[in-house]
């Protein structure tokens, strides 16, 4: 009897340090990673779904199928979606730079975050 409410005094005790040790351990998030990718597939979607894609001024432009005109472009620490430069979309946050290279099938895409992690994708133009 004596041991067994010892051995519950100790499980007592030691039980907050045991939540606390597990508090400190760090998981990597992979939610920056997930945001970017989600991006390059918008990227990709409006690619197919448009009539034309093409990049000037490190903005890339889709001549959509209604005759409307969206830019994705880099807006001070984030990179949005404009269709006829009325308002806008919000596709990812904390961008400390995004680039845009045209090549002869497509445009390579990099993006930069602020925590300094670089993503790069091409996206193939389907005219």
Known sequence: MIEL????????MTLPFVALFFSYINTPSFEEDMSIQQFFIFLRNDALLADNVYSENNKLFF?????????????????????????????????ASLT????????????????????????????
């Open 5 to 12: 409410l010892l051995t519950l005094m100790i499980i007592t």
């Open 63 to 95: 001549n959509l199928t209604t005759n409307e005109i969206a830019k994705i472009e880099y807006y001070p620490s984030l990179i949005r979606r404009q269709v006829n430069g009325k308002g806008h979309e919000i596709y990812v946050r904390d961008i």
């Open 100 to 127: 845009i290279e045209s090549l002869p099938y497509g445009s390579k895409i990099i993006v930069q975050t602020v925590k300094g992690e670089t993503y790069e994708k091409t996206i193939a133009h389907y005219d």
